[in-house]
Nanobody, 124 residues
Framework: QVQLVESGGGLVQAGGSLRLSCVVS????????MGWFRQVPGKERQFVAT????????YYADSVKGRFTISRDNAKNTVYLQMNSVKREDTAVYYC?????????????????WGQGTQVTVSS
């Protein structure tokens, strides 16, 4: 089991940028695909982005494609989500997740470990 801690959330104006970080401890993340998901109250957790164990494959939700970028630094056991041109509808709690497979997945149920989440609020 690994532990995940997200950081970097906060208040940002629409059109601005924010970078989320997820530090993983307990095991090297090279054997894990990693993902970012988000959730707003009363709604299901929604896929945002995922990256394979080696970093060679990435996938994005249509709603963030072209604006968000997922990346990983396996030497630092850290995954990032660069959020550019943010919109009010990006407001949510963002969760980092680890999957015990190097294959990326867009499905929350494929992930084994989750962080506690970090709040992102976009103001107009």
């Amino acid at each position: 089991q690994v532990q995940l801690v997200e950081s970097g959330g906060g208040l940002v104006q629409a059109g601005g940028s924010l970078r989320l970080s997820c530090v993983v401890s307990g095991r090297t993340i090279t054997v894990y695909a990693m993902g970012w998901f988000r959730q707003v109250p009363g709604k299901e957790r929604q896929f945002v982005a995922t990256i394979s164990g080696g970093g060679g494959s990435t996938y994005y939700a249509d709603s963030v494609k072209g604006r968000f970028t997922i990346s990983r630094d396996n030497a630092k056991n850290t995954v990032y989500l660069q959020m550019n041109s943010v919109k009010r509808e990006d407001t949510a709690v963002y969760y980092c997740a680890a999957r015990r497979s190097v294959v990326a997945s867009t499905y929350p149920y494929d992930y084994d470990s989750w962080g506690q989440g970090t709040q992102v609020t976009v103001s107009s």
